[in-house]
């Protein structure tokens, strides 16, 4: 089993991190919130007293951080961790940030003959708890087939997006298009049940037609539609209104970049900046429902 150096226990990465302590790897942990590595340590993890420490005599480091700044300033500089690593050390960087900054750090690392890839994650934290998360890479293919026994822990879907900063590419990508099916059905719904219909009858033919997509069948935001969905349980667990807020705004970064053209994107990323304005922030995107309905 392998030497892995695990940084940042939130909500996704804490769970990921258990995953490959219960695949028998030897993990070293560091968050700064004391609880996140309690919780790795009671289950068998040795606590680092920095993300430094951690990484000494690691083999994999795993990362999973919550933005850009985060992600660079752990890695780049005189304190980074490049410069604490070995080489040939393998480096999973899962945090969905900006595709130039995984470009940076990617290209940092690489003259630090320090193989990374970026491999941020679909399928929230029921995935991220059950081992079926998506992994969507860029960087190397060899660096790839290295890190795969890993991710095959973590995950169950990998897909190989290409070169560094594909893999965010196409994350931000998808959750723009989440972003956007999600407030679409919360309009719909919410406009059928103000003309007087059931929202459960209504999500049901939607699902069978070709209004059908992954809210209405897996995730529906009405309440008591899907009694496992975080709308029949307050809003509360899964993927936050900021955490689609941020993807979204990298996803305008992108456009901007690129000079693409994003305009549902944009429109989207307007309703759940109004929707987090209004105190919402912490509660699933699937709230955005209750824009609507107001």
């Known amino acids: ?44 993890a040795t606590e680092a007293d920095s993300a430094q420490t951690a990484v000494e005599n690691a083999e994999v480091v795993v990362s999973m951080l919550p933005a850009s700044k985060h992600v660079e300033g752990l890695y780049l500089g005189e304190t980074g961790l490049l410069k604490y690593v070995s080489n040939n050390t393998l480096v999973l960087e899962c945090s969905t940030i900006a595709p130039e900054s995984a470009r940076k750090v990617a290209q940092a690392a690489h003259e630090c003959n320090v193989r990374m890839i970026d491999a ?36 169950k879907n990998i897909f190989h997006a290409g070169a560094a900063g594909a893999g965010q590419v ?29 929202p459960k009858v209504l999500s049901d033919i939607i699902a069978k037609s070709s209004g059908r997509n992954w809210a209405t069948e897996l995730y529906n935001p009405w309440p008591g539609v899907m009694e496992h969905a975080p709308a029949s349980k307050g809003y509360a667990g899964g993927f936050g209104v900021d955490l689609m807020l ?35 922030g912490a509660q699933d995107f699937s709230s955005i429902l209750n824009l609507f309905k107001k």
């Not at 079926?132 to 973590?154: H, W």
């Open 246 to 280: 941020k993807d979204l705004g990298l996803a305008a970064e992108a456009a901007l970049t690129t000079r693409a053209s994003v305009p549902l994107g944009e429109l989207a990323r307007n309703l759940y900046s109004m929707h987090s304005a209004q105190g919402n």
């Open 1 to 44: 089993m392998s030497r892995i150096a695990f940084i940042g226990l939130g909500h996704m990465g804490g769970p990921m991190a258990l995953n490959l302590l219960k695949a028998g790897h030897d993990l070293a942990v560091f968050d700064l919130v004391p609880a996140a590595i309690k919780t790795l340590v009671d289950a068998g």
């Open 170 to 198: 196409a994350k931000i990508c998808n959750n723009m298009l989440l972003g956007i099916l999600m407030a679409g059905t919360s309009e719909a719904l919410a406009l059928g049940v103000k003309n007087g219909l059931d």
């Open 120 to 155: 941020p994650v679909s399928g929230g934290t029921g995935g991220a708890v059950a081992g079926t998360l998506t992994f969507i890479v860029g960087g190397d293919a060899d660096d790839l087939e290295a890190a795969r026994p890993y991710l095959e822990k973590m995950g």
